[in-house]
C-alpha cells in the first residue's frame, strides 16, 4: 500500500514523499491515456458535418487494466479536459476471469463518451461551461427574488398584525373606558420597528369579539401577575420587618433572663457559704465551696 502523502504511519515511517501510485498502476494509467488517444484519433477521423454520428461511446479500458481510485481520478480529469465524458461499471463474471487479474476488488470496465467531433470539443466546453454559469446566475437571481418576496410577505404580515393590535386597543378602550386604560397602558406589549405604509390608513380592520375578549384576558392575565408579584413583594418587606423585631425582642427577653439567673445564683452561693461557715463551725471542719476552687 502506499502512502498518498499522509506523513507519518502508526509505524513511525514517513510516507510523505512517496508516490500514492506504483509503478505497475502507472503503467496501467498511461496504457489507458493510449487508448484514449487512439479513440480520439478515430473520432477525428469521422465526418465533423455529420451530425447524426455523434455522440460517440465505446468501451476502451478493459478490465484487464485496472485503474486505482488515483489513476482513476488523473485519467478521468483528462477526459473530461478534452471534452469527453466518462462511464465505467463493474466487469461481469466472465470478464474477470478473461482479463486474469486475481485481485480479490472489483474490476471496472471504462467507456468514453465523445459527444461532438474532436475539432469542436473546445468550444462545446466552453458552451457548457457558459451554459452552467448562466444556469447558476439565474438560479441565484430566482432564490434572491424569492428571499425578497418572502421578506415583503413577512413584512406585511407583521404591519397587519401591528395594525391590528392598534385597532384592537382602541376598541377596548371606547368599551371600558379612563377605569380600564391604565391597566391597558401599563401593560402594553412594546410592538417591533415595523414599516408602515400610506395605503394602511385605508385597510379596513375587521375587530371581532374573539380578538377583544383574548385582549381583554392578556390584560387580566398580566394584571394578576403584578397583583402576585406586588402581594409577594410586600409580605417579603412585613416578613422581614417582623423578623427584626422578634430578634430584638428574643435578644431583651434572654439578656433578662440571663440577669436573672446570675442574681439566683449568687444568692445560693451566698446561702452556700452560710451553711459552710455554720457546719465548719460546728464540726471544726474544712469545707471547700465551690468559689474556694
Known amino acids: 500500500m502506499y502512502g498518498g502523502g499522509y506523513g507519518y504511519d502508526d509505524f513511525g515511517v514517513d510516507r510523505s ?33 455529420d451530425k447524426s454520428v455523434f455522440p460517440v461511446t465505446k468501451e ?11 489513476c482513476y481520478t488523473s485519467f478521468r480529469k483528462r477526459v473530461m479536459e478534452k471534452g469527453c465524458k466518462v462511464k465505467r461499471r ?61 421578506q415583503k410577505e413577512r413584512e406585511d404580515r407583521e404591519r397587519m398584525a401591528k395594525l391590528q393590535r392598534e385597532k384592537v386597543r382602541e376598541r377596548y378602550l371606547s368599551i371600558v373606558g379612563e377605569g380600564g386604560k391604565d391597566d391597558e397602558l401599563k401593560h402594553k406589549q412594546p410592538s417591533p420597528d415595523v414599516k408602515k405604509s400610506t395605503l ?9 369579539s374573539e380578538a ?25 418587606q412585613l416578613m422581614a420587618e417582623l423578623r427584626k423585631k422578634h430578634a430584638k425582642e428574643e435578644d431583651e427577653l434572654r439578656s433578662k433572663m440571663r440577669l436573672k439567673q446570675s442574681g439566683l445564683i449568687d444568692n445560693a452561693n451566698t446561702k452556700y457559704d452560710d451553711i459552710k461557715a455554720k457546719i465548719e463551725k460546728e464540726c471544726n471542719k474544712k469545707v471547700v465551696s465551690p468559689s474556694d476552687k
Open 17 to 49: 514523499s512517496w508516490s500514492d501510485k506504483s509503478d505497475a498502476a502507472l503503467r496501467r494509467e498511461r496504457r489507458a491515456d493510449g487508448l484514449f488517444d487512439a479513440f480520439l484519433k478515430e473520432c477525428g477521423e469521422l465526418d465533423s458535418t
Open 60 to 70: 476502451i479500458v478493459g478490465a484487464d487494466c485496472h485503474l486505482t481510485s488515483a
Open 90 to 150: 463493474e466487469a461481469t463474471p466472465a470478464e474477470r476471469q478473461a482479463s486474469g487479474d486475481t485481485r480479490r476488488g472489483k474490476l471496472y470496465v471504462i467507456s468514453i463518451v465523445c459527444p461532438v467531433h474532436p475539432t469542436k470539443a473546445a468550444d462545446a466546453k466552453a458552451k457548457a461551461e457558459l451554459a452552467a454559469a448562466e444556469r447558476k446566475k439565474k438560479a441565484a437571481e430566482a432564490a434572491q427574488r424569492k428571499a425578497e418576496k418572502e
Open 200 to 208: 394602511d390608513t385605508f385597510v379596513n380592520v375587521n375587530v371581532t
Open 212 to 236: 377583544l375578549l383574548q385582549h381583554a384576558k392578556s390584560v387580566h392575565d398580566l394584571s394578576t401577575i403584578d397583583i402576585s408579584n406586588s402581594i409577594r413583594e410586600e409580605e417579603r
